[in-house]
Structure formats: C-alpha cells, structure tokens
C-alpha cells in the first residue's frame, strides 16, 4: 500500500501566503515543490520564490487549521497525504498510538477506501474530499453510533450552505438514508464510516468520504451515484466545504457531549425522509427481507416492522437497507 504524505514545504509556503519562500539552490524544497504541483496545488512561481494561491477548494493543512480556531477541540491539528489507503486505518493508528482529539487526517486519494461491512469506498485523486477526524469522547460506548447522525446533519448542513451561500446556482435536493449516506436527488453522493478504537486507546473516528466533480462517481454505480459538483453545475470548492463542515459537527459535537441525544436524533430526523412509514428491503447476509421503517430507536437504531407485522430493531453493524 503507498503512503505519500505531503511535505512540510506546503504549510510553509502557505504560511508565508504573500510573499512565498524562496527556492534558490536548494533542489529537495524544489523537488517537493513540484511534488505539489503535480498533485493539483496551485503553486506559482516568481523571481526565485514561490507561492500558493489562497484558493478555498486547495486542501492546506495549516489553512484547515487556522480557519476552525476556537473549535470545541480546541485546535484541528491536520495530516495531509496525497495518497493513502484508507483515512479511517491511518486515523485509528494514530489513535493508539496517542493522537489527541481534533487530530484529522486527510487524503487527495485513498486507494482503500472503506464503507461499513467490508465494503468499499471508491475515492479517485482530485475528485472527492475524504477525511477522518479522530473524536474522545466521554459519554458511554453505547451511544457513540449517533456520532454518525452528528456527521451526517453537518454535512448536510454544510450541503445546504452552499447554496444558502450562492456559492452555487440552486439549492440541492438533499436527503439522509439511514444509518450513513448523504443522497443528492436521491442519488448516493456521501458517505460516513464511525469506527472505534478501544481497549486503552478509546476513541471513535468519524470518516467522511464525499463525491464532489463528476470523475468521482464509479462508472459502475452511475446510476444510483452522484456528485455535489454535478448537481450543483459548477465547481464545489472542498476546503470551504471541509472547513464548514467541522464547524457544524462541533455544534453537534458540543450537544453530544452533554447527553443531548434526543436532540441529535430529532435533528437526523427532520432531514431524512426514510426513517418512518418507507417501503424498503432489509439486507443482512445471505437473508432479504421487505420492511416498513417505524422510527429509530434512542442509539439512533432503525426501527422496522416486517411483513407478519412484527417490530425489530436493525443495527447499522449488521444491515443494508434499499428503498423498495
Ligand atoms: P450502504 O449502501 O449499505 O450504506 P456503505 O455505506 O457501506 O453501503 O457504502 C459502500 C457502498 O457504496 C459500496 O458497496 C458501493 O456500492 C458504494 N460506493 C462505493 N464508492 C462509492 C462512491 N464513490 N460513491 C457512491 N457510492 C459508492
């Protein structure tokens, strides 16, 4: 699996923003300089200097930084790689290995993306934003599943803004399905994978893997996949939207930690329209069944009632669900 991270030299000229640095005989800054370049970054260079334009879609790790200060975790510390497998495995690694809450790790690529139950998450470079913020939470294990409702409000949220914003043309026609995915007229278009990393290390790692221009829908799954790009008509802009995304998950973040979770699910509730009364088909290994959704349960499980007119609750570890 290749690891690429990005070279220090970024923040550095990001820092230094109007006035760039300076590359004169020194062939390893300009070897990653060009590093840069090549990965998409708008680097320009001028006089023997070199600078990055502050263009809100470059992911820079200090800017991501400075843009979420006063944040409910106190400070975002940011670790960015062009190339990853997963932002999720590199997120619970560093987790164990003592990372401190807010640490968030970022990639232009992952070539191992992860969605739940073994599957996975196709993120092609340039196209997609993915991410994963690593959270220490205080309430008990049982709840953390309704992180994943907290992820998914703010994102949505953060959808919205867009258009609230005019930074693109029309409003999105945005749905929630249960338990993780962010649909745009119906289509699949995000997704979050919360996992967990116990036994001494405790912490929950809250990824988000969202299809932004059109490349990054899999020629496969055209047809129920889509990206925020190709239904807004423009280009979306991924550090803005990475950067108001924390901010609505640290509001949601803050209701979390002090037990509010009714108030989280309400919340979850309003934005999804598949949480009561829908017709849909239950997957869970080898076995199908036809359901009626009835509501979620107070860990932000799914309710259902089957077709002998019994209710179960189905948790987001075990089952697919599908619109019938
Ligand atoms: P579920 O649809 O059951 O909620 P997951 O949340 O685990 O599934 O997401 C993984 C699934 O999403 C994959 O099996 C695949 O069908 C689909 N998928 C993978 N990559 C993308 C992508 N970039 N955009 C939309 N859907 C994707």
């Known amino acids: 699996m290749s690891v690429l991270e990005i070279p220090a030299v970024l923040n550095r000229i990001a820092s230094a923003e109007a006035e760039g640095i300076g590359l004169l005989d020194d062939p390893s800054l300009l070897r990653d300089v060009e590093l840069c370049r090549s990965w998409g970054y708008p680097l320009a260079f001028d006089q023997g200097r070199v600078r990055l334009a502050r263009d809100p879609d470059a992911i ?16 975002t510390r940011v670790r960015g790689f062009f190339e990853i497998g997963s932002t999720n495995d590199e997120a619970l690694s560093c987790a164990r290995a003592g990372a401190a809450e807010g640490t968030l790790i970022y990639a232009v690529r992952q070539t191992a ?78 997704g979050i994978l919360l996992e967990t990393a116990l036994g001494g290390a405790e912490a929950a790692v809250v990824g988000v893997g969202v299809n932004i221009a059109p490349e990054s829908v899999p020629v496969s799954l055209s047809d129920q996949a889509t990206a925020v790009g190709l239904e807004a008509g423009v280009p979306i802009p991924r550090r803005w939207l990475l950067v108001r995304f924390l901010k609505h998950f640290q509001n949601g973040y803050r209701r979390f930690s002090a037990g509010r979770f009714a108030e989280i699910l309400d919340d979850w509730k309003r934005r999804s329209t598949m ?50």
């Open 275 to 324: 949480w009561n009364g829908v017709e849909i088909t239950v997957t869970e290994g080898d076995r199908i069944r036809a359901a009626v959704t009835c509501g979620l349960s107070a860990t932000g499980a799914l309710k259902i009632r089957t077709a002998d007119g019994n209710e179960e609750t189905v948790l987001a570890g075990d089952v697919s669900v599908r619109r019938q």
């Open 60 to 75: 820079v790790p200090v800017w991501i930084e400075s843009e979420t200060r006063g944040i409910a975790w106190g400070k």
């Open 113 to 190: 993306g992860k969605g739940r139950l073994g599957r996975k998450w196709i993120s092609p470079a340039h196209s997609g934003l993915y991410f994963t913020l690593i959270l220490r939470p205080h309430q008990p294990l049982s709840q953390w599943p309704i992180l994943t409702h907290v992820a998914s409000v703010a994102l949505f949220e953060s959808l919205r803004d867009l258009g609230k914003e005019g930074i693109i043309p029309n409003e999105l026609a945005i749905d929630l399905k249960w338990p993780n995915d962010i649909l745009l007229s119906g289509k699949k278009t995000a």
